[in-house]
């Protein structure tokens, strides 16, 4: 009896995973769901550690590589005067979906060993410039 206990919670957490995981996906296609739903969806079913290429077939082939790539700098306000420091360099990739306003970017990086495919990091929401010239972004 207590066996078939165990396989029943096992079965109906199955399930409800599953179930989630459906409609993450419905509300990932959705042209009806808002850009902060469809993040939350992305972290509904995608891991962080996933290679890109399963990412893709999670989400679908419409997002758009980017690659940043370069010196950092900091810039900061010191006794009325402006620095500009050069802080090291950065290399990021982003698969970026459009959505209105802005984009869902995913963020993956190269493996510890620096070999073999980008693995997903995060995914987060990057908002167009406004009217008043500020960029509005979020990541999760």
């Not at 399930?15 to 808002?34: D, F, G, N, Q, Y």
């Not at 739903?37 to 758009?64: C, H, Y």
């Amino acid at each position: 009896m207590r066996h078939l206990v165990i396989i029943g919670l096992v079965f109906i957490c199955g399930c409800t995973a599953h179930r989630e995981r459906e409609e993450a996906k419905a509300v990932w296609s959705s042209p009806h769901s808002t850009p902060e739903e469809r993040v939350d969806a992305v972290a509904k079913l995608v891991r962080v550690g996933t290679p890109a290429s399963k990412v893709q077939r999670i989400l679908g082939t419409n997002g758009r590589w980017v690659h940043y790539h370069g010196p950092s700098i900091e810039f900061y306000v010191s006794n009325g005067v402006s620095i500009l420091r050069e802080t090291g360099q950065h290399d990021e990739w982003k698969l970026e979906f459009p959505v209105e306003g802005g984009s869902i970017m995913l963020s993956f990086a190269k493996p510890p060993s620096g070999r073999g495919e980008l693995r997903f990091v995060g995914a987060g929401l990057s908002r167009e410039l406004s009217p008043g010239g500020k960029k509005t972004g979020s990541d999760r």
